[in-house]
T-cell receptor, first 113, second 108 residues
Framework: NAGVTQTPKFRVLKTGQSMTLLCAQD?????MYWYRQDPGMGLRLIHY???????AKGEVPDGYNVSRLKKQNFLLGLESAAPSQTSVYFC????????????FGPGTRLLVL | RKEVEQDPGPFNVPEGATVAFNCTYS??????FFWYRQDCRKEPKLLMS???SGNEDGRFTAQLNRASQYISLLIRDSKLSDSATYLC?????????FGPGTRLSVLP
């Protein structure tokens, strides 16, 4: 049981490049989330999903897109990376919003030059 | 007012000390409250949920004051291994809001 995994662990992009971050969970959780964490600001929700085929915007969705084609996977895309998107990205999942622990992946460190 | 605010820290305490962290939130309708722990360059992990009646887990005690919209975490007999950043988490209807965290360093 791997829990929540994320790939890649670290990536350097040039401004304007695109990339996709992959999150996978093996706990059969319905809810999945993408956060970014910046110094002094805590985790901020980018997008989330309440089930396969659904997505919704969080607090800071601009510049990102997501897809949940399979229940166990939640993809975060950056179409045209900007230096302001330099951050640590965490994926999380839980079985029932507000009632259960959110399990986090190990994070992806992204540097946009 | 920010949605979730925490003591700015950092807190530097000697081993064996008792330390308390405070957290305030702005949504009076919030129903779920948690404390998470985050080690340096690691992911957050649940430390404990916070219940209306207050709850204790070993050396850790969490309390909730709904009237004042205030949550606290008390750590007794601090250990070196308690050094981490502690995140206050509150539900805001459709999603959770994380506080910026309070960093704790327990010194030998």
């Amino acid at each position: 049981n791997a829990g929540v995994t994320q790939t890649p662990k670290f990536r350097v992009l040039k401004t304007g490049q695109s990339m996709t971050l992959l999150c996978a969970q093996d706990m059969n959780h319905e809810y999945m989330y993408w956060y970014r964490q910046d110094p002094g600001m805590g985790l901020r929700l980018i997008h989330y999903s309440v089930g396969e085929g659904t997505t919704a915007k969080g607090e800071v969705p601009d510049g990102y897109n997501v897809s949940r084609l399979k229940k166990q996977n939640f993809l975060l895309g950056l179409e045209s990376a900007a230096p302001s998107q330099t951050s640590v990205y965490f994926c999380a999942s839980d079985g029932a919003f507000g009632q259960e622990t959110q399990y986090f992946g190990p994070g992806t460190r992204l540097l946009v030059l | 007012r920010k949605e979730v605010e925490q003591d700015p820290g950092p807190f530097n305490v000697p081993e064996g000390a008792t330390v308390a962290f405070n957290c305030t939130y702005s949504n009076s309708a919030s129903q779920s409250f948690f404390w998470y722990r985050q080690d340096c360059r690691k992911e957050p992990k649940l430390l404990m949920s916070v219940y209306s009646s207050g709850n204790e887990d070993g050396r850790f005690t969490a309390q909730l004051n709904r009237a004042s919209q205030y949550i606290s975490l008390l750590i007794r007999d601090s250990k070196l291994s308690d050094s981490a950043t502690y995140l206050c988490v509150v539900d805001y209807g459709q999603n959770f809001v994380f506080g910026p965290g309070t960093r704790l360093s327990v010194l030998p």
